[in-house]
């Protein structure tokens, strides 16, 4: 007689019967280690309940499960003939007769008892009640199934879910009461993230990939909060928060801070959504654009944030499509796509070509394409702080705020203290933020607020030196081309100033990282007067080394208020 | 209890409206019930036309909760995120509708006559810097005047009772002694036109932003009047001198405060004068090497090379100390010789005594060239 193989799971060996398909015995070895007892390890069972393995196979789950738990029923449900009997044998041989029950049958939308079924040829998991979509057709089966609806009218408190193609169409069934506990794997289609909610534990990684949905309730408020930054925008607040609002799940909630607008804002506001349950107005003393976006954020009890600007708008469902892929990779921040657009006399008109993320390489997520910008990439690009997702624990734990006495240029320190931190950032570029640019912008008045920028390097760097980041020729970099940008678009009065505070931040840099920095500079995009200028300033410093400790030195051109005074002083 | 007294209320704006006397600015963070030693001191003033602005500065629920427990109309409570207390104090300043503006801790006290005190100056002499003396209350319980009381003391005999004015015999003197006194943000009172026009406020995010806005103020000061009644008093908490690794690093930052201070300093008249000079560098030197010796080791010697590159950055001026100044300058001994031991370091180049911001003056040799 050979022996059986065993099973290991939930603390015991389990000899089971199998079909004798080698993969199938594989793939519920992998998925009993990888998946289920590492979360059954996690969760607070309580000591009886009714538990359901759909796609039970030969037993691989519920029968370890049952003697691990015994105070659980189990209700197994296989369509598969050769699975069932391996798992009526194995019912037999383990006693389990009282507690365990098997029935031959799956669970497919739109199923009519005995109806055949269509298995998928690509995918003979994959089976369907009538839909013709599966690619290639397939062969017709009578199989015996019945639709989600009679799963649900079961009421377990446990579910495990392995029934390819149809999670999400199973976990709709339930329709906001789902199990307490949610246990499987999704395949082709990651069901979406609201499914999940309430006070279900879920457990469910998606086609193999790290990514899951997953849900543990206890802590934040589950959903996104997308906090406006509202300061004299009456002309584009409405249109802006319609457009967060169109398509947008019970769980997305939109702030909007009025930073002291004069224009009437908040009454236009009113005007549009007083009545709307997702919006909520929160009004203040006028302290900037870093101030209100810290306001919202000290208001707000979601899990993640978001931050729009009031000028700006995104395509129906852009926060929900990105917030599903933050959920699922439970990355400290995701990213969606944008679109710069000028206003023309027939409606937006398109600014300036999209970035190119071409080479970084693709993968499917449901319908969608998804890739991961790693974080240097971020920390150079331009600042687009407004197209993200942030997970509400990760910005608390690396204590990431905007800076609230920063009046210009809050974003630039955001995006590069939250680039560095996420580390890989898994982006789509399928919805887009629509990014409005006009003369008036802030960031285009080429005033002294551009040594904001400078203050900002300068928290960076010491930042860098106090966390041990691993390499700080990214932030370089783009210091770089912002000091080119900036110095482009200053007054020509203040560039004496802005350079000199330049060749001063990137004198410190260069003694706080060593020589080997100069790499990721690029002093070409300056004028001569800044090498110039850090030449003056290494000559006052020759003899003193490197070190660590040029992290914390300053210089009043580095802050706008002295600068300003200095500036009427010497007037 | 109000006792706001209607020969208070003399200050009338162009509007004709009533001008708040004084502002007092009390940031909190994580004091908790501490908050009280200010706030029960503050509305114990026997002087009432005050504006107490409280700035919450992402503080927690208890500090919060006490806060808002307080109802007084002259009270007001602004909040930011945590920005730190110098973005919470320059918070204040901007929000703040006094004729005179102060500051006070969460956790320290005025006595009751502090502002009474006070405005009896301000009416004699109009100054627009007015000191205090202060108490310490050690955490032992031990009572004593503040660190700086002979100092003051010395001002005191100068001043005669007396405003010292810009341009008067005098003045220099009154200001070097000024900046010998304590860089305490509780010991002064200052008209609010002195921060506004040039700007005047506490370096964001940096700690020892008191001895930056302390130089300042008494080098832009035009009238300055020390106040004989102390009008404050600074508790040391058990602990709060603790040396931990995450604070260590903050002590860095009188690096970059001297740094700040220096450079501001040197295109000051004051700089030009020896006695004030001396006096500026001598508060730094005590500050400096105080946060040196309160250093762990292994950071001391990052620390020695941040000083020196300091002093290299500096204006030459100030490395030239005077060389008899007063008696009072002896208490300061011990920081002069620390001082002149960093001078003295054979990593430090000599200047050459061409001011570094030589640049910035030629504009004024051609005037036309600025086209």
Redesign the interface.
């Known amino acids: 007689m050979t022996s059986l193989p065993v099973f290991r799971a939930f603390g015991r060996d389990v000899a089971l019967e199998t079909t004798g398909d080698s993969f199938l015995e594989e793939d519920s070895r992998w998925r009993l280690r990888d998946i289920y007892e590492p979360a059954l390890a996690l969760w607070p069972l309580p000591a009886t309940g009714h538990a359901i393995d759909l796609g039970a196979g030969f037993g691989a789950f519920a029968l370890p499960f049952a003697l691990a738990f015994p105070g659980w029923r189990v209700t197994c449900l296989e369509p598969e003939a050769a699975a069932f009997a391996a798992l009526r044998a194995n019912i037999e041989r383990l006693d389990l007769g009282a507690r365990v029950s098997a029935e031959r049958l799956a669970v497919v939308p739109g199923a009519r008892g005995a109806a055949p079924l269509i298995r998928s040829r690509k995918r003979p998991a994959f089976l369907s009640a009538d839909i013709p979509h599966w690619q290639g057709g397939g062969l017709a089966e009578a199989l015996p199934a019945v639709p989600p609806e009679a799963l649900v009218a079961r009421a377990p408190d446990l579910l495990k879910l392995t029934a390819p193609g149809h999670e999400s169409a199973i976990l709709a069934a339930f329709d906001g009461a789902l199990p307490r506990f949610l246990l499987g794997e999704a395949w082709t289609d990651p069901p979406r993230s609201q499914l999940a909610g309430g006070d279900t534990r879920v457990h469910l990684p998606f086609a193999g990939s790290p990514w899951r949905l997953q849900t543990a309730p206890g802590g934040r408020r589950r959903g996104l909060d997308v906090v406006v930054a509202m300061y004299n925008s009456a002309a584009t607040i409405a249109d802006c928060v319609s457009s967060v609002l169109d398509g947008a799940p019970a769980d997305l909630r939109v702030l909007v801070v009025d930073d002291g607008s004069t224009d009437g804002s908040a009454s236009t506001l009113r005007d549009s959504f007083a009545d709307h349950p997702q919006v909520h107005l929160l009004q203040?003393?006028n302290?900037g654009c870093a101030?209100a976006r810290?306001?919202g954020?000290?208001h707000s009890d979601a899990e993640h944030l978001a931050f729009i600007d009031a000028d700006d708008m995104v395509e129906p469902g852009f926060y929900p499509e990105v917030l599903e892929i933050a959920r699922y990779s439970g990355r400290p921040m995701a990213q969606g796509g944008f679109r710069p657009f000028r206003d023309g006399p027939d409606g937006p008109l398109p600014a300036a070509p999209p970035e190119d993320v071409s080479h970084l390489p693709r993968r499917p997520f449901g319908k969608a394409e998804v890739f991961d910008i790693p974080w240097p990439e971020v920390v150079t690009g331009q600042p687009t702080i407004w197209r993200r997702v942030y997970r509400r624990d990760f910005l608390d734990a690396r204590?990431i705020?905007?800076?609230?006495?920063i009046r210009a240029f809050d974003d630039q320190i955001f995006q590069l203290v939250t680039g560095y931190h996420a580390g890989l950032i898994p982006a789509r570029d399928d919805v887009h933020y629509l990014y409005r640019q006009h003369a008036g912008q802030d960031i285009r008045q080429g005033d002294e607020r551009a040594h904001y920028s400078l203050?900002m390097y300068r928290?960076v760097l010491r930042r860098a030196v106090?966390e041990g980041w691993s390499d700080f020729g990214p932030v370089v970099t783009s210091y770089f081309s912002t000091l080119a940008w900036s110095h482009a678009g200053l007054r020509d009065?203040l560039r004496?100033d802005f350079l000199r505070g330049a060749a001063e931040l990137w004198t410190y840099m260069r003694r706080v990282w060593g020589p080997g920095i100069d790499r990721a500079a690029r002093p070409d995009l300056l004028p001569e007067a800044f090498a110039r200028h850090a030449a003056?300033?290494e000559r006052?410093?020759?003899?003193?080394?490197d070190?660590?400790?040029?992290?914390?030195?300053?210089?009043?051109a580095l802050?706008v208020?002295?600068l300003?005074?200095?500036r009427?002083?010497?007037a | 209890m109000r006792r706001r007294r209607r020969s208070d209320a003399a200050g009338i704006d162009r509007t004709g409206a009533h001008v708040t006397r004084i502002t007092c600015i009390t940031p909190f963070h994580r004091e908790g019930r501490l908050l009280r030693t200010s706030l029960d001191s503050l509305l114990a003033q026997d002087f009432g036309d005050i504006e107490l602005l409280l700035v919450d500065d992402g503080a927690d629920l208890d500090t919060r909760t006490v806060a808002e427990s307080y109802r007084d109309p002259r009270l007001r409570i602004l909040r930011q995120a945590n920005d730190g207390l110098s973005a919470a104090r320059n918070r204040g300043i901007a929000a703040a509708r006094g004729a005179y503006v102060c500051f006070l801790d969460a956790d320290d006290s005025r006595p009751p006559w502090a502002f009474s005190a006070a405005e009896r100056l301000l009416r004699g002499g109009a100054p627009d810097l007015l000191l205090w003396p202060g108490h310490l209350a050690e955490d032992t319980g031990q009572l004593l005047p503040f660190y700086d009381r002979p100092v003051l003391d010395t001002l005191e005999g100068h001043l005669g009772g007396e405003t010292a004015t810009r341009g008067q015999p005098g003045f220099r003197q009154a200001q070097a002694l000024a900046l010998l006194a304590e860089p305490q943000s509780a010991n002064k009172l200052l008209h609010r036109k002195m921060l506004r026009d040039p700007p005047l406020g506490f370096p964001p995010g940096q700690f020892f932003e008191d001895l930056y806005f302390h130089a300042l103020a008494v080098a832009r000061a035009e009238r300055i009047a020390l106040c004989p009644h102390p009008g404050f008093t600074y508790h040391r908490r058990p602990g709060s001198g603790q040396l931990t690794a995450a604070r260590d690093l903050l002590r860095f930052d009188i690096l970059a405060v001297a740094r700040l201070l220096l450079t501001r300093f040197a295109a000051l008249p004051e700089a030009d004068d020896a006695l004030c000079r001396t006096a500026l560098m001598l508060s730094l030197a005590k500050l400096m090497r105080w946060c040196e010796e309160m250093l762990s080791h292994p950071h001391r010697a990052q620390f020695r090379i941040g000083a020196l590159a300091v002093l290299a950055l500096a204006d030459p001026r100030f490395r030239r100390l005077a060389p008899r100044p007063p008696p009072i300058f002896g208490h300061f001994d011990t920081h002069r010789d620390w001082l002149e031991g960093l001078l003295s370091d054979a990593r430090l180049r000599p200047a050459k005594e061409t001011p570094h911001d030589i640049v910035a003056r030629l504009p004024r040799l051609w005037p036309g060239r600025r086209a």
């Not at chain 1, 705020?401 to 006495?405: E, G, N, R, S, V």
């Not at chain 1, 006052?540 to 080394?545: E, F, R, S, T, Y």
């Open positions: 203040k003393e302290g101030s810290n306001w954020r000290m204590a705020w905007f800076p609230d006495h203050e928290l106090t009065d004496g003056q300033m006052q410093l020759a003899g003193l080394g070190g660590y400790v040029f992290g914390w030195l300053d210089g009043p802050h208020d002295m300003r005074a200095d009427r002083m010497r």
